[in-house]
């Protein structure tokens, strides 16, 4: 049987594939040849799941499914001279940072507050692993399903939207400008992972943001009787969302639009009712 959290990948490859054919025939054949292969593959999976294995399998490819997502959305990327989007955004950025002082609370604490922040950026790409470890950890594995249903619509959801905002990031259309002053090494290698890994198509909404979002709202809803770590994952969230401006990864935008598509995998989650009973559900 096919789960509620593989039919979003489902979708959203399907999806892919027709935004292409509109908005990009040269790309139809490689995002259609990702589509079939995405959808053999998952959809396998469902057919010949048994025991124990496959299904455990299916609860860590997801993380798999996203990284693919993000990979395919650099084929969208395309100039777009003059980066008129980022210069209306960056208006936002500086009365943020600067007249509303951002930038100097948060350089006030030393290396503290920018160590803590960039910390927490680059945790981002073990954020669905992590929380699909506290699931296993407290032995509550038939809740992954219906929380891996707030990981995939929270993040490619994200990925969804890149294609209608071509846009670069703010340290590279305004290099020099409004950086932080406090250097880390771990800025340092967040700074090589966007540089050399990063896709070039979109930043906004911030798929970093979304994804904590939408984590953070999972584990405290499907995890009610450990509601502590639902509470220190929106903590976390809100913590990647200033990261993401400070650092001048994404426009202040971008982590506000990450914030909204974020929550909406609750509204999703509670229409379906996959949230009910949670503890007796069961995965296949």
Do not use: K
């Amino acid at each position: 049987m096919t789960r509620a959290f593989e039919w979003v990948y489902l979708a959203y490859f399907g999806y892919v594939f027709l935004l292409s054919l509109a908005m990009r025939p040269a790309i139809a054949l490689y995002t259609g040849v990702i589509a079939a292969l995405m959808a053999t593959l998952i959809l396998a999976l469902a057919r010949f799941s048994r025991g124990n294995i496959f299904p455990a399998l299916r609860d860590w490819l997801p993380l798999a499914y996203t990284l693919i997502a993000y990979r395919e959305m650099d084929l969208f990327a395309e100039p777009h001279p003059g980066n008129p989007l980022e210069h209306s955004w960056i208006v936002w950025d500086r009365l943020l940072l600067d007249q509303w002082g951002l930038r100097r609370a948060i350089e006030s604490t030393g290396f503290i507050v920018p160590g803590y922040l960039e910390l927490c950026y680059l945790l981002i790409y073990v954020t669905g692993a992590f929380s699909i470890a506290i699931f296993y950890f407290h032995n509550r594995r038939e809740r992954v399903e219906p929380f891996l249903v707030y990981f995939s619509l929270g993040t490619v959801l994200s990925y969804a939207l890149f294609p209608f905002f071509p846009s670069d990031p703010p340290r590279v259309v305004f290099a020099g400008e409004d950086l932080p002053v406090v250097a880390t090494s771990l800025r340092t290698i967040n700074l090589y992972l966007v540089g050399n890994y990063g896709i070039h198509s979109s930043v906004f909404p911030s798929a970093h943001v979304s994804c904590a979002w939408a984590s953070a709202w999972g584990l405290l809803h499907l995890l009610p009787e450990r509601r502590i770590m639902g509470i220190a994952m929106l903590v976390y969230a809100a913590s990647v969302s200033v990261a993401t401006v400070y650092g001048r990864y994404h426009y202040a935008v971008d982590a506000a639009a990450g914030i909204l598509v974020g929550f909406i995998p609750v509204i999703v989650v509670s229409m379906a009712g996959l949230r009910r009973n949670p503890s007796t559900r069961q995965s296949v």
